[in-house]
């Protein structure tokens, strides 16, 4: 019996295939990388032009004449190819690609390491370089090494404050930063049924962290539901009683609110451990954390209070901001003092629109805390979006109450 990346790529562990892509894309960083590749190349027409997207997400919108100029050659590129645009302000590529775009089964690639976050709807999706991504629009097609699977087994359901960031971290913790390469993390158990498909998007988002080539779950009545809601039809997937590399057992109601603490995604501590931690801002966002169900539940935690340490909240996408707008939530965000800045990646990779300076603490709802990563000399600390709304009430790393 053969586990979802084998039945998707068509071969079993070990194995090299050609594939066809059925969707890939670059965002304003990579995209111009890849176009350079291809020009040297010396492709001219693409052959399926209707398979790729650019999305404008990492620096928007531009913060200097050089990016603004970079942006502009490559919206002329995208009209002239006939790539499909997400241009500044629509979000960040993996949640633009996940409100209706990718389906369970499908081959995925995204010139972004996070583009493992698409694996949560049951579709092999992994990141590629941009010379890769070049080569993908050139030819359509991809080579993979078909890779071997850890089971990643849930059991029970979530309790108090924790939330799916939490299981996260227990994993990465438990795998290591280099404890699954070239991988796949499948997650399966009776636990996955109460996760949400916003929590499902945050877990696989998280996989490349222990070096995983992919994370997944398999397709099920969540993953369906959530797709019709988007217009898209689909069935659901059954596990297999396949043999994992390895299986990794998690039970959910043990779960606490955690941190990982700097420089190592896989440093983690429980909050209460490292409550009172001086803080100089707190980051709620980025393709791990800046989903509609985040802004709900840190609105709910910070509704009629003010937040005591300068907070922003990066809406993941235009529609998770105008649905925010719609149901009140954003407005109980910039009531407790927030600043909001426009959808796309933010601060996350020190690039632009709040990064830090010397000497300075975050907290942040993001999935990477590398040394200098928001800024050099600044230190950043990881949470869940609860611990998040707790500490930039309290102005400190804080435990969140149960939500």
Same mark, same amino acid.
């Given at each position: 019996?053969?586990?979802l990346?084998?039945?998707?790529?068509?071969?079993?562990?070990?194995?090299?295939?050609?594939?066809?892509?059925?969707?890939?894309?670059?965002?304003?960083?990579t995209? *111009?990388l890849?176009?350079?590749?291809?020009?040297?190349?010396?492709?001219?027409r693409?052959?399926?032009?209707?398979?790729?997207?650019?999305?404008? #997400? &990492?620096?928007v919108?531009?913060?200097?004449?050089?990016?603004?100029t970079?942006?502009?050659?490559?919206r002329?590129?995208?009209?002239?190819?006939?790539?499909? +645009?997400?241009?500044?302000?629509?979000?960040?590529?993996?949640?633009?690609?996940?409100?209706? *775009?990718?389906?369970?089964?499908?081959?995925?690639?995204?010139?972004?390491?996070?583009?493992?976050?698409?694996?949560?709807?049951?579709?092999?999706?992994?990141?590629?370089?941009?010379?890769d !991504?070049?080569?993908?629009?050139?030819?359509? @097609?991809m080579?993979?090494?078909?890779?071997e699977?850890?089971?990643v087994?849930?059991?029970?359901?979530?309790? $108090?404050?924790?939330? =799916?960031? #939490? /299981?996260?971290?227990?994993y990465?913790?438990?795998?290591?930063?280099e404890?699954?390469?070239?991988?796949?993390?499948?997650?399966?158990?009776?636990? *996955?049924?109460?996760i949400?498909?916003?929590?499902?998007?945050?877990?696989?988002? !998280?996989?490349?962290?222990?070096?995983?080539?992919?994370g !997944?779950?398999?397709?099920?009545?969540?993953t369906?539901?959530?797709?019709?809601? &988007?217009?898209?039809?689909?069935v659901?997937?059954?596990?297999?009683?396949c043999?994992?590399?390895?299986?990794?057992?998690?039970?959910l109601?043990? /779960?606490? =609110?955690?941190?990982a603490?700097?420089?190592?995604? #896989?440093?983690?501590?429980?909050?209460?451990?490292? @409550?009172?931690?001086?803080?100089?801002?707190?980051?709620v966002?980025?393709?791990?954390?800046g989903?509609?169900?985040?802004?709900?539940?840190?609105?709910?935690i910070?509704?009629?209070?003010?937040?005591?340490?300068?907070?922003?909240?990066?809406?993941?996408?235009?529609?998770?901001?105008?649905?925010?707008?719609?149901?009140g939530?954003?407005a109980?965000?910039?009531?407790?003092?927030?600043?909001?800045?426009?959808?796309?990646?933010? =601060?996350? +990779?020190?690039?632009?629109? $709040?990064?830090?300076?010397e000497?300075?603490?975050?907290?942040?709802?993001?999935?990477?805390?590398?040394?200098?990563?928001?800024?050099?000399?600044?230190?950043?600390?990881?949470?869940?979006?609860?611990?998040?709304?707790?500490?930039?009430?309290?102005?400190?790393?804080?435990?969140?109450?149960?939500?």
């Amino acid at each position: 019996m053969s586990t979802l990346s084998e039945r998707i790529l068509g071969a079993p562990a070990g194995e090299y295939v050609d594939r066809e892509v059925d969707i890939a894309f670059a965002h304003d960083g990579t995209g *111009v990388l890849s176009r350079e590749a291809l020009r040297e190349m010396g492709v001219g027409r693409l052959p399926h032009p209707e398979r790729l997207r650019l999305i404008f #997400d &990492h620096i928007v919108p531009a913060n200097t004449g050089t990016t603004a100029t970079l942006q502009a050659e490559l919206r002329g590129y995208a009209r002239s190819a006939g790539i499909e +645009l997400s241009d500044a302000g629509g979000g960040i590529c993996h949640q633009v690609m996940s409100e209706g *775009v990718v389906r369970p089964g499908m081959v995925v690639v995204g010139a972004d390491s996070h583009t493992c976050t698409l694996g949560a709807f049951g579709a092999f999706a992994t990141g590629v370089g941009a010379t890769d !991504m070049a080569a993908v629009w050139a030819s359509g @097609a991809m080579w993979f090494r078909v890779p071997e699977t850890i089971a990643v087994r849930f059991s029970g359901g979530l309790t $108090g404050a924790a939330e =799916p960031k #939490d /299981i996260a971290l227990t994993y990465v913790a438990e795998l290591g930063m280099e404890g699954a390469t070239y991988r796949a993390l499948e997650f399966v158990g009776d636990g *996955v049924a109460g996760i949400s498909m916003d929590g499902r998007l945050t877990l696989c988002n !998280m996989a490349v962290e222990t070096g995983a080539k992919a994370g !997944m779950f398999h397709a099920d009545a969540v993953t369906v539901r959530y797709l019709a809601e &988007h217009g898209l039809a689909a069935v659901s997937q059954t596990p297999e009683d396949c043999r994992y590399e390895r299986t990794v057992d998690i039970d959910l109601a043990e /779960i606490v =609110p955690l941190v990982a603490v700097p420089h190592r995604v #896989d440093t983690v501590r429980e909050a209460e451990e490292v @409550a009172g931690t001086h803080l100089d801002q707190v980051f709620v966002g980025t393709c791990t954390n800046g989903r509609y169900e985040d802004l709900a539940r840190f609105a709910r935690i910070v509704r009629g209070r003010k937040v005591a340490v300068r907070t922003l909240v990066v809406p993941a996408s235009r529609a998770v901001l105008a649905r925010a707008i719609a149901t009140g939530v954003l407005a109980d965000i910039v009531d407790a003092g927030c600043m909001v800045g426009p959808p796309g990646c933010g =601060p996350c +990779l020190g690039a632009h629109a $709040g990064v830090l300076g010397e000497g300075e603490v975050c907290l942040s709802t993001a999935n990477r805390n590398f040394k200098n990563r928001m800024g050099v000399g600044g230190e950043i600390y990881l949470s869940s979006v609860a611990t998040a709304a707790a500490s930039a009430i309290a102005g400190v790393i804080a435990v969140p109450e149960g939500v």
